[in-house]
């Protein structure tokens, strides 16, 4: 079982480019979601998913855009990337609250923005 | 924002219990106590959760006051791969709420 499988796992960008993190999850969850963490911090909300086609804001949504198209995946944009963008990336999902209360997480991508 | 005090950071000796204290005084009656730790930048991972009973499980116990204000995750018998950051978490028990994480507890344990 692959669980939760982010991609790249490290990636250096230069400041004003583009590009997307992976999340796919073969548990066939319905939500997903994305958290960012800077040295020292906890992990930051930064968009979630409820269900395929449906979308919401966390608390640091800015200069990030997501979309959910298949239960599967869930990909992170950035677009137009900015050193404080320079952060760990992890992607979570889980069954709905209520259902299950466990969430997992991928392995995470560290991006470095120069 | 977070809902919940946690000590910044706390030692444990190697076989010793470890517990983890955390406050929620602003809990509301349909909010549940969750417990996630991160080891070593990796992905968290899920440990426990509770209403207002107890809980044990293969990997911890969970003691929430009768008030609800305050829990404790107790890890019975440490071992360096407990070492870890310690995130308690309240949250409703339905409806489309993410996991909001604050900064946690970090433990140490030493041989």
């Known amino acids: 079982n692959a669980g939760v499988t982010q991609t790249p796992k490290f990636q250096v960008l230069k400041t004003g480019q583009s590009m997307t993190l992976q999340c796919a999850q073969d548990?066939?969850?319905?939500?997903m979601s994305w958290y960012r963490q800077d040295p020292g911090m906890g992990l930051r909300l930064i968009h979630y998913s409820v269900g395929a086609g449906i979308t919401d804001q966390g608390e640091v949504p800015n200069g990030y855009n997501v979309s959910r198209s298949t239960t599967e995946d869930f990909p992170l944009r950035l677009l137009s990337a900015a050193p404080s963008q320079t952060s760990v990336y992890f992607c979570a999902s889980s069954r709905p609250v209520g259902i299950s209360t466990e969430a997992f997480f991928g392995q995470g991508t560290r991006l470095t923005v120069v | 924002d977070a809902k919940t005090t946690q000590p910044p950071s706390m030692d444990c000796a190697e076989g010793r219990a470890a517990n983890l204290p955390c406050n929620h005084s602003?809990?509301?009656?349909?909010?549940?106590v969750y417990w996630y730790r991160q080891i070593h930048s990796q992905g968290p991972q899920y440990i426990i959760h509770g209403l207002k009973n107890n809980e044990t499980n293969e990997m911890a116990s969970l003691i929430i006051t009768e008030d609800r204000k305050s829990s404790t995750l107790i890890l019975p018998h440490a071992t360096l791969r407990d070492t870890a950051v310690y995130y308690c978490i309240v949250r409703v028990f339905s409806g489309n709420t993410p996991l909001v994480f604050g900064k946690g507890t970090r433990l140490s344990v030493i041989a």
């Open positions: 548990m066939n969850h319905e939500y």
């Open positions: 602003t809990i509301s009656g349909n909010e549940y």
